[in-house]
């Protein structure tokens, strides 16, 4: 069974500062990685992908991606109100597999 | 504007009948997909599908069916076999769907048992 793991939360951070939000996978052959950002009653909408071991960086967004351990972050710098949202991780499962298998989410409050 | 339509925003199922939900995309991507998200939980693959005329099922198809005859519509139908149809259901689509390229979601299809 291909599991894709996060905290559910909620992870409260203040205003300002830097939101870390981890997730890993079970499936080793996972290829591709993507965070989507769902506000409540509202769709998933595309933050990162990631797909190389280190360090990508868009804005205020990174992502983070460790295969040895199994592991991708996301890192929100100056942490808004408006980046209060559920957090969603994604998984493809296997080399050039088209399916993702997506965590349960972490839910983010920016407290101003 | 480019993007993903899903109709109706809300949809009410009465004992026995079967609904279809519409998803239409004019981005021109070859993959489309289906996903079901209960409250709480991960979003759930459905069906999805790489061409026209071709699709297959994802880990929770049992009770709904799909169709693929033009390359930007992929209707999705809840029959009366899904015994607990109540979710929000979103349809996604992709460039290509080779594990790379991106899922883009639709704003989704809430429904409900009267």
């Known amino acids: 069974q291909k599991e894709v793991e996060q905290n559910s939360g909620p992870l409260s951070v203040p205003e300002g500062a830097i939101a870390s939000l981890n997730c890993t996978y079970s499936?080793?052959?996972?290829?591709?990685f993507f965070w989507y950002r769902q506000y409540s009653g509202k769709s998933p909408e595309l933050i990162m992908f990631i797909y190389s071991n280190g360090d990508k960086e868009d804005g205020r967004f990174t992502a983070q991606l460790n295969k040895a351990s199994q592991y991708v972050s996301l890192l929100i710098r100056d942490s808004q109100p408006s980046d209060s949202a559920t957090y969603l991780c994604a998984a493809t499962s296997g080399a050039g597999s088209y399916q993702l298998t997506f965590g349960k989410g972490t839910k983010l409050s920016v407290i101003p | 504007d480019g993007g993903i339509t899903q109709s109706p925003k809300y949809l009410f199922r009465k004992e026995g009948q079967n609904v279809t939900l519409s998803c239409e995309q004019n981005l021109n991507h070859d993959a489309m997909y289906w996903y079901r998200q209960d409250p709480g939980q991960g979003l759930r693959l459905i069906y999805y599908s790489q061409i026209v005329n071709d699709f297959q099922k994802g880990d929770i198809a049992e009770g709904y069916s799909v169709s693929r005859e033009k390359k930007e519509s992929f209707p999705l139908t809840v029959t009366s076999a899904q015994k607990n149809p109540t979710a929000f259901y979103l349809c996604?689509?992709?460039?290509?769907?080779?594990?790379?390229?991106?899922?883009?979601f639709g704003d989704g299809t809430r429904l409900s048992i009267l």
């Open positions: 499936d080793r052959g996972s290829q591709s």
């Open positions: 996604a689509s992709s460039d290509r769907d080779d594990g790379y390229q991106p899922q883009h």
